[in-house]
């Protein structure tokens, strides 16, 4: 288990070769950027002055489309980050790819680099639902992706997307079946939702439906988890199933409340220094992140200190998310009081949250009402 103190380290590469109608994130339609890599470089410089020295115990590329990044271009990050940091050997390096941007030459050249996880946004097998979901890949292209990932790096991931407009339950079952042969040790399944001002949100308003209904939706969550846990994946987070020794490293110091740097446009890290937690957000644009790290060394736009309470109930909201839950002596530490007993006591009594010692988690039936059941305990 990564030390308390150690830190987590995100990039965030924001362009993609095409933007996907569904989604809301920081991104931008281009390939390359050599000014924008420079950029990320300084930065992690900037991070270092503030955190002091520190041990970091996973780097995680993210966007937008990093596999569009050449195998320099990622080892020119993670260069800096060893130099500016001590990067732990058995740190993990992971890099999320589009099956579409598939390369083994650019692959291998990764792995010499030094990532030794890939996450392959595969969504489907069924082509009719990545043309739904406005993909440039088809069914047989993400197969191919996760062959060739499977054959060149030791930990594998893809993300699943479930809940479009016209899934039954045996399609949904076939896309699990294939993501099961894959030999891929990790799985991320994602409800398909639709995010105000996306182009999904547009036709849903126009009467054309892009999901399925909640109640659908809920029911293909539970057979997801029924699926992917009978054969063997640790159901650990809401969304994220793995092989034992295959859990996301880096996403569990989001989850466990542990220091985050993000680097690149629009991206959020945490810190503590001297006991105090501040929140990050870099610039947005790649214009204006270039611009602030030329001026300041950093490309922070926005830095605050947490209250006692934010970082408390930040604690809680991720913690609850993750099959070990949370420290009821550290929510009180954090927050200067204790959870509602009386709460507590009700929601375990309902089956939605499950106590152990000091351990507090939701169950598999709580994470399903997640939002409740923390809005419950913050307000009781
Ligand atoms: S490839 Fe990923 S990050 Fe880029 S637009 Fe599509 S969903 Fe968003």
Known sequence: MAKPDSLAVYVHWPYCARICPYCDFNVYKQREDDR???AI?????GWRQMSGPRQVSSIHFGGGTPSLMSGDDVAAVIKSVSKHWTLLPDAEIAIEANPQDMDKSRWED??????????????????AALTLLGRDHDGAKGRAGLELATAIFPSVS?????????????????DLAIALSSGAQHISAYQLTIEEGTAFAKAEDRGQRRAVNSDKSAGFYEAVTKTLTGAGFEHYEVSNFAKPSHR???????????????????????????GARMASVAELTPAAYQARISERGTGIAELETLSALDWAEEYLLMGLRIEEGISLARFKALAGRELPQDVITALANDGLLIRRNDRLAAS????????SVTEQLLLG
């Open 36 to 38: 924008l890599l420079k």
């Open 41 to 45: 470089c300084d930065d992690v410089a």
């Open 110 to 127: 990764y792995q010499c680099a030094g990532i030794n996880r890939l996450s392959l946004g595969v969504q489907s097998f069924h082509d």
């Open 158 to 174: 893809l993300d699943i997307i479930f809940g479009w407009a016209g899934q039954s339950e045996d399609m949904l079952q076939e």
């Open 248 to 274: 996301s490293r880096h996403n569990l110091a989001y989850w466990q409340g542990r220091d985050y740097a993000g680097m690149g446009p629009g991206a959020h890290g945490r810190l503590t220094v001297n």
């Open 364 to 371: 598999p039936a709580g994470r399903m009402v997640l939002n």
